[in-house]
Every structure is written in structure tokens, then in C-alpha cells.
């Protein structure tokens, strides 16, 4: 069935660091990937989305591009920030199927 | 638009209790989820309704959990009789009109403890 796989957590990262949270997905046909984050206390806020094949979907400096042929959706960020600090979930969707299928989240904290 | 409104958001209460849980979806949205989270487990989907009806609930642990949606705007999750395993963060989340489809706005949660 359809499924998520992301990078095992906790990432420990400083201030102005590259970040990169791996994500592949198992899907049949060609779902919709997303980025989810949830800050402490929080439920989860969309962070950026890709519909299709080599979409790429951004948002506050965050990036993820729709690989196929690797059937990934890596997030990344150039320099990250303290404020960063939070749970990054994976999830993807199948068309006509409103259902979200979420990774099991990794947990970033940056170090000032 | 106020978001997706949870109440309450914390809940402590004692093994064999009913528990009831409720959501508010944004306004114009058509669909709606109820997820539980857990260190555990992570985040699952127990039941979602699209248009007030239940689509599927193949999510719902057991007959002690049932949940309905009324109307467009409430929607109730109930634990009757609760147990300490129940305890986790429960998250009401809506999706649909402008923001499109299969993307989710979720509320706050509300945090369970059975003791």
C-alpha cells in the first residue's frame, strides 16, 4: 500500500546550517507530496507541496522537489534558524483520495 | 477565519469515563479528519467525513471510539469507557473550498490523559 518513509529523528543542527530531512515515498499512480510542520504545542501547519514530477514547492526558505524516478521529496534549507526548531512531517496523497498518508516525523532543533 | 477550533484542550479524567472531544472546521471546508497522536505510534488517522458523512473509519481502534458530524460546522469524538491507553494528543483537521483539496488545516489538538 501507499506509504512514507522519512529520516530518523532527532536532528541536532546549529545556526545557519544546511538542513536536509530525507523522504521517499511508495505509491501507485502519482500522488501529491507535502511538508508538514509542527511547532511545540502546535497542531501541524502545511509548510510546501509539489502535484506532480519535478515540481518543486517552497516556503520560508524551505525547498522539496518532486523526484520520480527516485520516487523522493527531500526537504532542504540553506541556513536554518533557532526558530526552525520543530516537527517536519512527510505525507502524501493520491488523486481523487483525500486521505494524507504522514511519515512518522523528524524532530529538528537548532542550536543558537 | 478563526482556523479549526478544538475543544477542550486538555483533558484529564479517570479510567471508565466518557470522554467527548469536539471540533469546529473552518467555514466552507468539506471535509474533515479526526487524527491521534502519540510518541508511540505517531500520528493516525482514526475517521474522516466528507460533506457530514463518514467516509472511512477504518481508523477507530475500537467500539469504545465513535464519532459524528451533524452539521457542516461540529463535529464530536467519543470515548466511552475510556482507558489509559487512550491518552495521546487528538488533532481535528478540515480541508477543502479555496484551500483546495488534500491540503489540511488543523486545529490545536487536545490533549488527553486517562489515568
Known amino acids: 500500500g501507499d506509504s512514507v518513509t522519512q529520516m530518523e529523528g532527532p536532528v541536532t543542527l546549529s545556526e545557519e546550517a544546511f538542513l536536509t530531512i530525507n523522504c521517499t515515498y511508495t505509491a501507485t499512480g502519482y500522488p501529491s507530496l507535502f511538508w508538514y510542520v509542527q511547532y511545540p504545542g502546535e497542531g501541524l501547519q502545511l509548510l510546501l507541496k509539489?502535484?506532480?514530477?519535478?515540481d518543486k514547492g517552497s516556503n520560508k526558505g524551505f525547498e522539496a522537489t518532486y523526484r520520480k524516478e527516485t520516487t523522493s521529496f527531500h526537504l532542504e534549507k540553506g541556513s536554518v534558524q533557532v526558530s526552525d526548531s520543530a516537527v517536519y512531517f512527510c505525507?502524501?496523497?493520491?488523486?481523487?483520495?483525500?486521505?494524507?498518508?504522514f511519515g512518522t516525523g523528524t524532530r529538528l532543533t537548532i542550536i543558537p | 477565519d478563526a482556523g479549526v477550533i478544538q475543544s477542550p484542550r486538555h483533558e484529564v479524567t479517570e479510567m471508565g469515563q466518557e470522554v467527548t472531544l469536539r471540533c469546529k472546521p473552518i467555514s466552507g471546508h468539506n471535509s474533515l479528519f479526526w487524527y491521534r497522536q502519540t510518541m508511540m505510534r505517531g500520528l493516525e488517522l482514526l475517521i474522516y467525513f466528507n460533506n457530514n458523512v463518514p467516509i472511512d473509519d477504518s481508523g477507530m481502534p475500537e467500539d469504545r471510539f465513535s464519532a459524528k458530524m451533524p452539521n457542516a460546522s461540529f463535529s464530536t469524538l467519543k470515548i466511552q469507557p475510556s482507558e489509559p491507553r487512550d491518552s495521546a494528543v487528538y488533532f481535528c483537521a478540515s480541508s477543502g473550498g479555496s484551500s483546495g483539496a488534500n491540503v489540511l488545516t488543523f486545529g490545536a489538538g487536545s490533549r488527553l490523559t486517562v489515568l
Open positions: 505525507a502524501q496523497t493520491n488523486f481523487g483520495n483525500e486521505k494524507l498518508t
Open positions: 509539489a502535484t506532480k514530477a519535478d
